[in-house]
């Protein structure tokens, strides 16, 4: 059933990994009656971890979107619920589903509170702007402090966090929550929801808390602000749910529910929580171009959309993932793909559900649909109406990292053909062919993001791969500044080459990249011979120094000579290629390094061997913090060619307790002086 786009919920879980995303995820499957039998995750049975790859490693990697239904107050609402993962190496899934969400539920451990990866995926929801509530789950591990979690929100975080509910024990002792808005006791017994009349006691908690959470709201919200001065006896649940629901639509501040996903208790809250508060896509409001077309979330604009991500198959070929915007999309419509203009008539829209799909005639504004028949199509493309382009801007997509040598163990068609399908599917791999050997090699951007890959060769493509050693992708920036000048010619009848081209080349600031000036004047040099020069100099740069691209450098191009008949841009454009590449081999290069920001959460006994094993691995540790029960937080930098069968030492190393998360740090590590034979 379609309902009205206010009722419709485009939402996210996200969490640092293990905090019990896939468990919510499985709850809430199972409360909305699309499940009927609950998945464990550590036994690889989670419906929303449907790739074998996954249920094996017992951890979420791919998104799966899923449509499920839950009623608040007699009324329908659909909730999109796309699941996230939570490892490092797989952000740009994160990335993806933030950009077509308008809203996420932020898990978060009662014990462990925030982490590395819930600040990470805090600071990207903050980019993209989406509207937030946050659980706080495992309230029945002993040690569960939600007061410190929300402090921890706060302040590293930086959000307001509200409580809409009182918590009833905590640990053992945890036996449900107390609504604040309603005044309604829910427990779960045996996994079960039940309600209740608050005792006298609860009954008093229940006043101080409502009274203090209207106050607050009050402070916010000014419509709210003026019923409470007119009586604060008189202010009804409904007033305040609007305060707050504008207040969390706004991101000005972040309700908080409480749960034990495991034992079942706290999902249906969250769930009227996310009906309640959460933004709808007409909140969410219009959508712009690139170009600065804006399209408003109607019926009556013409279609826009968003492919977020491609997923082929075997039988429908590839499937396209897609947000509606604006407009509706219709099965036998003819739409515009905005990367290359083609049209293409829409063959088939399907609705996800994990592993099921269910084929639909139509999808309106807000809904998210598979569409088949579009051919070859990338992910951040936009679907459009051919009589009125617009282009969303593109997914920001992950550099290579890691590279890995591979190649067919038997069938080198089918390798092909499996390399090509999952290269479509994931825009976070790269390949190229190795100048010198003529391997294949395959980048990811981290060792589980690879290692990943090869298992869904193996398991969903069937094809038998060999693979190297994992390598790091590293850089080359200039050691000083140095002036180069290097002349084609070549004159020996017919049509000539000559270029000539002068380049200077400084070293610049961590992270710049690569920036050309030009400093001659058209006299020198006619303008279109400077264009492909700055054109060559991106080649050079990107060619690099066997095989490593050069970054961070200022070039300047500070003389040049031309031909009357024998000069062309294409000459020009060589030339100042292999000069820039001249250039920087003469400038001392050094080696630019990937650092990784780690946060390794480990017992007290094993610390003095991590912290060893940390500085022979070149680490360089920043920080620690004692967590409740002997557990201790490092936090370290350490290059990220180091970190290759790190999570196996870590585990040897603590006893099996220890967990790490890493992140890609800005920092890079200028290494020693390089060669290079060219
Ligand atoms: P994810 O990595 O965020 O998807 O987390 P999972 O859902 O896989 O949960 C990680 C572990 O925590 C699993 O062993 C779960 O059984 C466990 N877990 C999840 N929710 C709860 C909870 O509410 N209480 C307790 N005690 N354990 C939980």
């Known amino acids: 059933m379609r309902v009205p786009i206010t009722r419709l919920r485009n939402i996210g879980i996200m969490a640092h990994i293990d905090a019990g995303k896939t468990t919510v995820t499985e709850q809430v499957l199972h409360k909305t ?81 925030v982490e590395a990866q819930t600040e990470t995926v805090w600071r990207q929801a903050d980019r993209h702007g989406v509207a937030r509530v946050a659980l706080i789950n495992k309230m029945d591990r002993p040690g569960a402090d939600p007061v410190a979690v929300m402090g921890q929100m706060r302040e590293r975080l930086g959000c307001d966090p509200v409580p ?100 079942g208790a706290g999902v249906e809250p969250l769930l009227d929580l996310v009906a309640r508060a959460l933004p709808s896509p007409l909140d969410a409001g219009s959508i712009e171009g690139v170009d600065g077309q804006v399209r408003a979330p109607s019926e009556d604009e013409p279609l826009s959309g968003l492919v977020f991500k491609v997923v082929v198959d075997r039988y429908a070929g590839a499937l396209a993932w897609t947000r509606v915007y604006s407009g509706t999309l219709r099965v036998g419509d003819r739409v515009t793909l905005s990367d290359d203009g083609r049209r293409v008539k829409v063959r088939g829209l399907m609705k996800m559900d994990a592993g099921a799909r269910e084929p639909v005639a139509e999808a309106g504004p807000g809904e998210i649909v598979a569409v088949t028949g579009l051919g070859r199509v990338v992910s951040s493309e936009t679907l459009h109406d051919p009589e009125a382009p617009i282009a969303l801007a593109a997914i920001e997509r992950p550099e290579p990292v890691v590279w890995l040598g591979v190649s067919p163990e038997s069938d080198p068609e089918r390798f092909a053909d499996a390399m090509g399908r999952i290269l479509t599917e994931d825009p976070s791999l790269a390949h190229r ?58 004159q020996n009848g017919g049509p000539g080459a000559f270029a000539d081209v002068t380049l200077r080349v400084t070293p610049g600031r961590p992270g710049q990249g ?68 001249e250039a920087v081999e003469a400038s001392a290069p050094r080696r630019l390094e ?68 890493a992140e890609r740090s800005e920092e890079r590590r200028v290494g020693k002086e390089c060669r290079s034979r060219w």
């Open 433 to 490: 062919v190795d100048e010198e050997t003529g391997q294949t090699l395959l980048g990811g951007v981290g060792e589980l993001h690879l290692e990943v890959t090869l298992g869904r060769l193996r398991d969903e493509f069937e094809v038998d791969v060999l693979a190297g050693a994992p390598q790091v992708a590293y850089r080359v920036t200039a050691g000083r500044e140095v002036e180069h000048n290097l002349r084609f010619k070549r």
């Open 594 to 661: 990937p650092m990784m920001r780690l946060e390794v959460v480990t017992t007290e006994e094993s610390l003095g061997l991590v912290i060893g094993d940390l500085s022979k691995r070149r680490g360089r540790v920043l920080g620690m913090e004692h967590r409740d029960r002997a557990v201790v937080v490092v936090n370290a930098r350490v290059p990220l060619a180091e970190l290759f069968g790190y999570a196996g030492t870590l585990r040897g190393l603590s006893g099996g307790r220890g967990s790490y998360t």
């Open 164 to 263: 809409v509910q009182a918590w009833l024990g905590a640990g053992d002792r945890f036996t449900g929550v107390l609504e604040l808005l309603g005044g309604r006791v829910l427990e779960w017994p045996e996994g079960v929801l039940t309600e209740r009349e608050p005792t006298p006691e609860e009954r008093e908690l229940l006043d101080a808390r409502r009274e203090a959470l209207v106050e607050r709201l009050a402070e916010l919200d000014e419509p709210l602000m003026e019923s409470w001065l007119q009586g604060h006896d008189s202010v009804g649940d409904s007033e305040v749910w609007s305060a707050l629901r504008r207040l969390t639509v706004a991101g000005r501040i972040v309700p908080v529910a409480f749960a034990s996903a495991l034992k």
């Open 33 to 113: 009656g699309r499940i009927r039998v609950v998945g464990l995750v550590h036994e690889g049975t989670a419906h929303t971890d449907h790739l074998p790859e996954e249920q094996r490693r017992g951890i979420t990697i791919q998104s799966a979107a899923t449509s499920c239904a839950w009623t608040l107050d007699g009324q329908e609402y659909t909730v999109n619920l796309i699941d996230t993962p939570g490892h490092v190496d797989f952000t740009i899934e994160v990335e993806r589903a933030l950009r077509v969400l308008d809203g996420a539920v932020a898990v978060l451990c009662a014990v462990a509170g």
């Open 514 to 581: 690569v920036r050309f000036v030009s400093e001659v004047t058209g006299q020198v040099l006619p303008r279109e011979f400077q264009a492909a020069v700055a054109a060559g100099v991106e080649d050079g740069a990107e060619r690099g120094i066997l095989g490593e691209p050069i970054e961070d450098v200022d070039v300047a191009l500070v003389g040049g000579a031309f031909h009357e008949n024998d000069s062309s841009d294409r000459d020009f454009r060589s030339c100042a290629a292999k000069a820039l590449v």
